[in-house]
């Protein structure tokens, strides 16, 4: 698969897209820790220049630790912490 050649400008300079890498990073937190993770990550990750990126916050219908079977909200942390 060849990737289609896209060119923007910013600034009046024109660019290829095709050329910049990307990351996808996936974050899976209780509904409780949704928006101090974005807070967090926005803060982090903000420069203010095309490219810092984009947050997408989507539903996970379930989770299960493999190890015990545990299911749901207890499967994302230890009870110890």
Not at 5 to 18: I, L, M, N, P, Q
Not at 49 to 76: A, C, P, Q, W
């Amino acid at each position: 698969n060849e990737i289609e050649k896209a060119e923007h400008s910013y600034r009046g300079t024109v660019y290829d897209t095709s050329y910049i890498s990307r990351q996808l990073l996936t974050i899976v937190v209780r509904d409780v820790n949704v928006q101090k993770t974005v807070d967090a990550i926005l803060k982090a990750a903000k420069t203010g220049v095309v490219g810092d990126g984009k947050i997408f916050v989507s539903d996970i219908i379930d989770s299960y630790r493999i190890r015990n079977d545990e299911k749901g909200d207890s499967s994302l942390y230890n009870k110890e912490d």
